[in-house]
Structure formats: C-alpha cells, structure tokens
C-alpha cells in the first residue's frame, strides 16, 4: 500500500512539473511552437515520461484549461466583492501574468470557455438573486464579457497593440462590466487605475 502511495505521489509530482513546464513554453513560445521535446526539457525529463502521463500536446493543454478552471472557480467562489469587480480582478491578474499570446485553435478549447462562462454565469446570477438556469440574463451577460475580452485580446495580439496590455484590456472590461452593472442593476466597486505600473 505504501508503495502505492509512493508511486502515486510521484507520479502527480511528475505531471505537475510537466504542466508547469508546459504552461511556461505555451505562454513564451505558443502552443504550436513547442514541441513534446521542449517541455520534457525543460522538465528534466525523457520526452517517453511526458507521453506516458499526456500522449500530445492536446492533452497537455487541456489538463492546464481544467486547472485553470477550478482556479476560476475557487477565486471566484472566494470573493467578497461582487461577481463583476472579482472577475475584473481575474482578467487584471491573467494579463498581468502573460505576455499576449495567439488564441488556441484546438477544438476542446470551445469547451472549456463554455464552462468558464458558465461559472461567470452562476456568480452574476447569486448577485442578482436569480436562478442561472431559469433567468438567461446572467449567462447572456457572461457571454458577452468573455467574449469581448477575447476579441479585444485577440485583436490587440493579431494587430501589434500590445504595449498597454493590461491597461487597455482592463479599459474594455470597464466599460462592459459598467454596462451589465447597469443594466441588470448591480451595484459595483470604484476600479484602481491600472495605466501607471504598465
């Protein structure tokens, strides 16, 4: 049983570095230009041991999007600002962490944002005393933010303006959080400006 243990330990040791090393190289390089080589490098290990815990790089990617997730959620859950000013506080914290990167093209990604919006959903809605599965507003409103955060991320990427990242992405995020604040009558805490430290 222990031995059990031992090897099962190790083996959540081992894929954890392997996602870190992951996240890193995607982050620096992009998904499409790492390579299985690269991470199991840059995790000190054999590529054979990162294809024995994900066999690509699909199944790399998607195990750091369901990280990323239940990170969501936590700090989500956690908060004791309303939804809108938390998930601010999420966009803010992402920005602030990578550099800009292309959007994914694997079609699993479409899953994940779809969950993701749904979590945003569930938190608006609590704010709002609603059921998010009776009342669509708070899922209309949640797709309309992440969406609008993705396009102008992906924008931003695609045309070179990425110098006042995080600034500018918060600005988009402001002026739709104020507007779903409005309109679904939530009340909002004042934002920090953001342009100084960018």
Same mark, same amino acid.
């Given at each position: 049983?222990?031995?059990?243990?031992?090897?099962?330990?190790?083996?959540?040791?081992?894929?954890?570095?392997?996602?870190?090393?992951?996240? =890193?190289? %995607?982050?620096?390089?992009?998904?499409?230009?790492?390579?299985?080589?690269?991470?199991?490098?840059?995790?000190?290990?054999?590529?054979?041991?990162?294809?024995?815990? %994900?066999?690509?790089?699909?199944?790399?990617?998607?195990?750091?999007?369901?990280?990323?997730?239940?990170?969501?959620?936590? %700090?989500?859950?956690?908060?004791?600002?309303?939804?809108?000013?938390?998930?601010?506080?999420?966009?803010? %914290?992402?920005?602030?962490?990578?550099?800009?990167?292309?959007?994914?093209?694997?079609?699993?990604?479409?899953?994940?944002?779809?969950?993701?919006?749904?979590?945003?959903?569930?938190?608006?809605?609590?704010?709002?005393?609603?059921?998010?599965?009776?009342?669509?507003?708070?899922?209309?409103?949640?797709?309309?933010?992440?969406?609008?955060?993705?396009?102008?991320?992906?924008?931003?990427?695609?045309?070179?303006?990425?110098?006042?990242?995080?600034?500018?992405?918060?600005?988009?995020? =402001?002026?739709?959080? =104020?507007?779903?604040?409005?309109?679904?009558?939530?009340?909002?805490?004042?934002?920090?400006?953001?342009?100084?430290?960018?």
């Amino acid at each position: 049983m222990k031995t059990t243990n031992t090897h099962r330990q190790r083996s959540n040791e081992t894929r954890v570095r392997l996602m870190r090393a992951a996240d =890193d190289l %995607f982050r620096h390089y992009g998904f499409d230009d790492t390579t299985l080589e690269s991470i199991a490098n840059e995790a000190g290990f054999h590529v054979q041991t990162l294809i024995r815990h %994900f066999r690509t790089k699909n199944d790399l990617m998607l195990a750091l999007l369901e990280k990323d997730l239940a990170e969501f959620i936590d %700090f989500m859950q956690s908060r004791e600002k309303s939804a809108l000013s938390r998930w601010r506080d999420w966009v803010e %914290f992402n920005a602030r962490r990578t550099d800009p990167v292309q959007p994914l093209a694997i079609p699993e990604v479409a899953d994940y944002w779809h969950r993701y919006e749904a979590a945003l959903a569930h938190e608006i809605a609590q704010d709002m005393g609603v059921d998010s599965r009776t009342d669509l507003r708070p899922l209309l409103a949640a797709c309309m933010l992440v969406g609008a955060n993705k396009h102008t991320a992906h924008d931003m990427t695609a045309s070179g303006r990425t110098k006042n990242w995080v600034a500018d992405m918060l600005n988009v995020v =402001d002026v739709a959080v =104020d507007h779903f604040a409005s309109s679904l009558g939530l009340d909002q805490e004042p934002k920090l400006d953001v342009s100084g430290g960018t």
